[in-house]
């Protein structure tokens, strides 16, 4: 998680892996603006582990993640749930 140092470190090693039907869970430092780079420069569905509630909503509206692992309290993903089905 985490592993690679930005975008473009990232985007090199997906290209050969796009045909595969795989997820990849928080490949760069959790900076909003890259994940949504990462989603418009490849296929692959792209995981954000978010902080909280705050994270994942900021998210939502950038467009900066397919899938969100969950780390958060229940009751907090069950909300997140809600904002997302509203957005």
């Known amino acids: 998680n985490s592993s690679y140092e930005d975008v473009a470190s990232f985007i090199k090693m997906a290209a050969p892996l ?4 795989l997820t990849i869970e928080d490949p760069v430092t959790k900076r909003l603006d890259w994940f949504r780079q990462i989603r418009e420069q490849t296929k692959i569905p792209i995981a954000l582990t978010p902080s ?6 900021d ?3 950038e467009g900066a993640a397919d ?9 907090d993903f069950v909300y997140l749930g809600y904002l997302a089905e509203l957005s």
């Open 52 to 57: 909280g509630p705050k994270q994942a909503l």
């Open 18 to 21: 796009r045909e595969f039907p």
């Open 59 to 61: 998210a939502l509206r």
């Open 67 to 75: 899938v969100f692992n969950n780390s958060m309290k229940s009751r």
